[in-house]
């Protein structure tokens, strides 16, 4: 790694280095930018931005969708000491939500966007009540559609060590974000540390799919490569989800020896793959399958293994990490090329300060966990109890973390900082953990985050959302994530209170799921009536004890019970009524093959994932190209009203 203290210093010692960073937008649409390029890009960029009016200590918000915009801007941002925050674009109202949240937050940020996006976030405020905020907003962006001469450089900031180099806010749909804050230093630390471990070089071929407003995907994956000189390739978040298969494809194409994905991205590539064969593929050179970001399913990591073993994929690729955006990413590795290393444990004997009890792998109660290593160089990390005092190896317990590579604290939260620290300096990370043998396995989380699709929830969340439902109050509805016997992935569930009949269950559990769809962009799998909802004496919902008794099927026939009555009562007449709809009816079952979909069937109803609207707008769009938007199906969210909605443009375009 590149022997600097800062990263604009970095992006100085990069400038006439012969490296490119390539972006891979289609399947035959490729561009590399010499980091010379970059350098001058970024400069140019910043003058605009100083031009504005931002300096040194400003924040400045991406709300950017191309991954070549977002890396001028967050260069040119760190030339010039301002302190990006990275926001996701996002498709429904939480993550506007979100933005405006942290618009707030940061108190008079700078905004660097398209004009279609700014649009899009002042109507949606118009409608919220919070014109205010995109109105000052306003006054401080910087649309990219403007962005025609950068032939003038900005003034570069001599950064220190200590400066803020940038901001990485927690997700958070109805509670404020909180606002990691990591300076170079930090970043610094951690890319030496990963470096010293894995032997990046220069000779390294990276590819990622991941959204660079994502920790591994902006350090892991940026950064660190940077840092190193790696050849890295960067493909579009959305293009991985509407065509898996070009990430196997590309990584051949390129050789190569760098990958990462999360559990969601693993299991989206296999079922996009089905049964057919693995070929014209050679990811022999591949080294190293960086998996991280959400829990580990030791069994998808074999499955995927063995289905591309055919492609010369060493079974000894896959590299299970553990960070997060506190630890300004990485916190344990194992040693590049070991085998993957496995425990079974009794699921049972997991509690906190227990002594963990071996099983064997297909035992009844055995959890199968993955061996992430040991801390990186400049980190530590111990396994403490309730009282965040140390445990001995072997002992389930809270995992905390300290070292240069972790963050000082949360953006102007001193009461988020005061709970995140123990008192003698250890970052409390939220998750349970256990040292075996040496290795850290992560068994779960103390804060009950819920993961699905590469992305973390939280369920007092989820929660909120459900009590805008009538009758549906505080403590009347728990979140949770559970996994379905035999399943790899964790998905989403809403237990609600309910004594009636389950007849009268069908209309709630409807509006329940339609309403987290569509505000959050997630599937609901299950909404599960319960006649109780399991709390502590001091009223805290025990979502634990929900999620084991429906790993353990005592739900079961209330659920089969419920879907033969939303069956029963399906209306037999909402056939498709046109060829508009014959076609728009065709796209939606292909995409959402195990649900049966009528013309007046409201999609987030039905649970249809932001990943399969993506999924049916691009079937549409080939179909009908340009004539209908993402946003539309939101508006539209039948098949009947979006058919009514693409006849008019279509009438339109004719006339």
Not at 531 to 543: A, D, F, M, N
Request: overall charge negative; charged content about 25%.
């Amino acid at each position: 790694m590149l022997n600097v203290t800062t990263l604009s210093g970095l992006i100085e010692a990069n400038r006439t280095y012969p490296g490119a960073i390539t972006y891979l937008e289609g399947e035959n649409d490729t561009r590399s930018v010499e980091f010379a390029e970059l350098y001058e890009r970024a400069l140019g960029i910043l003058h605009r931005l100083q031009r504005l009016g931002a300096s040194p200590g400003d924040t400045l918000i991406l709300f950017l969708e191309h991954n070549e915009q977002f890396i001028d801007a967050f260069w040119a941002a760190v030339l010039g000491g301002i302190i990006p925050v990275p926001v996701a674009l996002g498709i429904s109202d939480e993550h506007r939500h979100k933005l405006l949240r942290i618009a707030r937050r940061l108190g008079n940020p700078y905004l660097y966007t398209e004009r279609r996006s700014l649009e899009r976030i002042a109507a949606f405020a118009e409608q919220t009540g919070q014109s205010d905020t995109v109105r000052r907003l306003r006054e401080r962006a910087f649309l990219v559609d403007d962005l025609d001469d950068i032939s003038h450089a900005g003034t570069v900031y001599a950064a220190r060590p200590e400066d803020i180099a940038f901001i990485q806010f927690s997700s958070g749909s109805t509670s404020e974000p909180k606002g990691v804050v990591l300076t170079h230093a930090n970043i610094i630390a951690n890319a030496r540390g990963v470096s010293e471990v894995t032997g990046f070089n220069e000779h390294d071929v990276s590819l990622s799919w991941m959204p660079l407003t994502h920790d591994m995907g902006l350090i892991g994956f940026h950064l660190m490569m940077f840092a190193n000189r790696v050849q890295a390739h960067l493909m579009p978040t959305e293009l991985f989800v509407r065509r898996p298969l070009l990430w196997p494809q590309f990584a051949s194409r390129i050789r190569a020896t760098i990958l990462c994905s999360p559990n969601f991205g693993y299991k989206h590539y296999l079922k996009a793959l089905g049964e057919r064969p693995v070929e014209g593929l050679d990811l022999s050179g591949v080294r190293l399958i960086f998996n991280g970001a959400e829990p580990i399913s030791v069994e998808l990591c074999e499955q995927f293994l063995e289905r591309l073993a055919p492609a010369a994929l060493a079974p000894n690729a896959m590299y299970p990490v553990y960070g997060l955006a506190e630890a300004s990413l990485a916190v344990s590795f194992p040693p590049p090329g070991a085998p993957m290393r496995t425990v079974a444990l009794d699921r049972r004997r997991l509690g906190i300060g227990e002594e963990v009890q071996l099983v064997a792998q297909d035992a009844h109660d055995a959890v199968r966990l993955a061996s992430e290593g040991k801390p990186i160089p400049y980190c530590q990390v111990r396994i403490a109890d309730d009282d965040d005092r140390p445990l001995p190896d072997g002992r389930i317990g809270h995992l905390h973390m300290r070292g240069e590579n972790v963050t000082r604290g949360y953006y102007e939260s001193p009461e988020a900082d005061a709970e995140a620290f123990t008192a003698d300096g250890w970052l409390r990370t939220g998750d349970l953990a256990v040292v075996h043998g040496g290795d850290l396995y992560v068994s779960g989380r103390a804060k009950e985050i819920i993961f699905v699709n590469g992305q973390n929830y939280y369920p007092h969340d989820l929660e909120s959302i459900a009590h805008r439902i009538e009758g549906l109050e505080l403590g009347k509805v728990a979140a949770a994530g559970v996994r379905r016997p035999g399943s790899q992935i964790e998905e989403l569930a809403l237990f609600v209170l309910h004594r009636g009949a389950l007849a009268d269950f069908l209309p709630l559990a409807g509006a329940v799921a339609r309403l987290i769809n569509e505000r959050t962009g997630l599937e609901v799998a299950e909404v599960v009536p319960v006649k109780r909802i399991p709390k502590t004496t001091s009223g805290k919902i025990q979502r634990h004890l929900l999620e084991e008794r429906f790993a353990d099927g005592a739900f079961d026939a209330e659920l089969e019970a419920l879907a033969a009555l939303r069956e029963a009562r399906r209306d037999p007449g909402t056939a498709a009524r046109n060829a508009i709809e014959d076609k728009l009816k065709m796209i939606c079952d292909a995409a959402l093959g195990d649900k049966r979909v009528d013309v007046r069937d409201n999609l987030f109803q039905l649970g249809a994932s932001s990943l399969k609207l993506i999924e049916i707008h691009e079937q549409i769009d080939r179909e009908y190209p340009g004539q209908i938007d993402l946003t539309d199906l939101f508006d539209f969210p039948t098949i009947a009203e979006l058919a009514l909605h693409l006849q008019g443009k279509l009438s339109a375009t004719e006339a």
